[in-house]
């Protein structure tokens, strides 16, 4: 398995301007996660899903920032309009209890608003 | 969320363990402890996870106090591939709040 694929690597825009955050989890997993980290304030988690429905998005920001997981093989966190204080590392991660709910993380995408 | 308690950093010399505490002295009767690891640039991996008896696995071992108000990720031989920021997690489902962490150093 090619593990939590996400898209792209690194991101670059100004202010103002739509972001799209794309994520692949694990075939087979049914819980999807997506997280902010910044120097500040670490790693929070923004929103999860199971089975493709949001569960929890009490982590979400503002109303600017929105999620979707169409299918279970594909997901999107999208910012608009993105703001200098947006700039952070967002990670997805996906889990299926084996026992545990052991997540595994993407390489995250490097966001840089200007 | 459930609190924990992690120094800010610690150091290791190679080939010696490390012991890593761990503080949750607010853990409820089903939250299970997790830790993860993050290496410079990447996202966060699993390194075990127990619930009240010590677990071993091939990465580390897990030491939980008696009373679970504790616990202690064990590297018995530290490496340089070591060097990462170490999280603690209480967790009773899979919903994780990741606290800051300690950052090991590994000296050579």
């Known amino acids: 398995d090619a593990g939590v694929i996400q898209s792209p690597r690194h991101e670059v825009t100004e202010m103002g301007q739509e972001v799209t955050l794309r994520c692949k989890p694990i075939s087979g997993h049914d819980y999807l996660f997506w997280y902010r980290q910044t120097m500040m304030r670490g790693l929070e988690l923004l929103i999860y899903?199971?089975?493709?429905?949001?569960?929890?998005d009490s982590g979400m920001p503002e109303d600017r920032f929105s999620a979707k997981m169409p299918n279970a093989s594909f997901s999107t966190l999208k910012i608009q309009p993105s703001e200098p204080r947006d700039s952070a590392v967002y990670f997805c991660a996906s889990s299926h209890w084996t026992g545990s709910y052991e997540q595994y993380f993407g390489p995250g995408t490097r966001l840089t608003v200007t | 969320d459930a609190k924990t308690t992690q120094p800010n950093s610690m150091e290791s010399n190679e080939e010696e363990p490390v012991h890593l505490p761990c503080n949750h002295s607010?853990?409820?009767?089903?939250?299970?402890i997790h830790w993860y690891r993050q290496l410079p640039s990447q996202g966060p991996e699993y390194v075990i996870h127990?619930?009240?008896s010590n677990v071993n696995n091939r990465m580390a071992s897990l030491a939980i106090a008696e009373d679970r108000k504790s616990s202690t990720l064990i590297l018995h031989r530290a490496t340089l591939r070591d060097a990462a920021v170490y999280y603690c997690?209480?967790?009773?489902?899979?919903?994780?709040?990741f606290g800051t962490g300690t950052s090991l150093t590994v000296i050579p």
């Open positions: 127990g619930l009240t």
């Open positions: 899903f199971n089975n493709n429905v949001p569960i929890d």
């Open positions: 607010t853990i409820s009767g089903t939250d299970y």
């Open positions: 997690i209480l967790s009773s489902g899979n919903q994780f709040y």
